[in-house]
């Protein structure tokens, strides 16, 4: 079964059209806005005068951190206001909460992002951290997405090329689909597979557009994203869009403490599975440089060790999922070649 977002709006100061997408879609009249402070801070004005003039009564829900207790917490504010829909406006954080809170309550949700950090937009899984770890979760993809390219390419660079990183990981991310299906005989949607696979390629052919950061270099970036999200959609799961690479990034976070953004570290993974996988990894590696992302670990901000270890303890992670780093992983010696062997190591 196939869930799609029924409307999708990418442009510049297209957030004034929230309350008419909530009145096409017939959403209701009451809406619960999960969002971060900071961002927050920022629309607050904005959101007061389109609800107010559209007779749209809505609470704020605030979130710092994408864990499964804060998202519990809000519980209480959908028990005493009744939504009719919850709006995710931010990045990834209030955006993943909103998702879950959907899905527990049955209660539609619009996806406002604000930033094109990684293509959680309109996925339809969400990722909390609980019990010291990060747990992808099952949810629904939004009834709408509402896209403000203004408002995103006003976010701090390296957020906005970080989305550009997780598009990347597509290259890797699909192989090891594919690998899996032939390997394991897991299912394998050669459609959603392609879709995630346009996404990546589109990315490196319009990289020195994205590198300038442009409004049409964040809309490349966005609609990737969108599309991405779009083929986990149809897959019913993430297979084409995360892999090995981000599997690697979940270890490096375990590591080294969440040490770089996930776009980022997903890259570095991605220049590294490439070479396992048989891939022109310096391409991809070239793409990254001119884009601006981190292709070394000095860049990332880590220690070489840190990523050999990430490297040898990433199978682990998901068990249930297989990859180029099969059952065993790598060992410490294969790891560090592996790193060296790509440059992301001195």
């Known amino acids: 079964m196939i869930d799609l977002p029924k409307k999708i709006i990418v442009g510049e100061n297209v957030i004034w059209q929230i309350p008419k997408v909530v009145n096409e879609l017939k959403l209701g009249k009451k809406a619960l806005i999960v969002t971060g402070p900071n961002v927050w801070g920022l629309v607050e004005r904005m959101i007061e005068e389109m609800m107010s003039s559209s007779n749209i ?24 206001f009744s939504p009719d829909l919850i709006i995710g406006l931010g990045g990834g954080k209030p955006i993943d909460v909103a998702k879950y809170l959907s899905a527990s309550s049955g209660i539609p949700f619009v996806s406002v ?7 959680g937009i309109a996925s339809p899984f969400a990722s909390l951290r609980g019990s010291g770890r990060i747990t992808s979760v099952l949810a629904k993809p939004p009834v709408a997405i509402v896209a403000d390219l203004s408002i995103i390419a006003s976010a701090p660079p390296r957020v906005i090329k970080a989305g550009a990183g997780d598009l ?88 080294a403490n969440y040490p770089a953004l996930h776009g980022e570290q997903v890259g570095i993974g991605t220049i590294m599975m490439s070479y396992l996988h048989g891939l022109e990894w310096r391409k991809i590696k070239k793409v990254l440089k001119k884009i601006g992302l981190p292709t070394t670990a000095k860049e990332l901000g880590v220690k070489d060790v840190d990523v050999i270890n990430a490297l040898t303890i990433a199978h682990k992670i998901r068990t249930d999922r297989y990859t180029i780093l099969g059952e065993s992983g790598l060992t410490y010696e294969a790891a560090e070649k592996l790193a060296r062997e790509t440059e992301v190591i001195d």
């Open 168 to 255: 990347i990981a597509k290259f890797t991310a699909v192989l090891d689909w594919r690998l899996a299906h032939r390997l394991k005989g897991e299912y394998y949607g050669d459609y959603s597979a392609q879709l995630a696979l346009l996404s990546a390629k589109h990315v490196a052919n319009y990289s020195d557009l994205i590198s300038k950061l442009s409004v049409e270099g964040v809309r490349i970036i966005v609609e990737g994203l969108i599309s991405s999200s779009v083929a986990m959609c149809i897959a019913g799961s993430s297979r084409p869009a995360s892999g090995s690479e981000h599997l690697f990034s979940h270890a490096l976070d375990s590591v």
């Open 57 to 80: 009564s809505y609470e704020v829900g605030r979130v710092s951190r994408p864990t499964l207790g804060e998202a519990e917490s809000l519980h209480e504010a959908l028990n005493s």
């Open 113 to 119: 992002p604000t930033t094109s950090s990684h293509d």
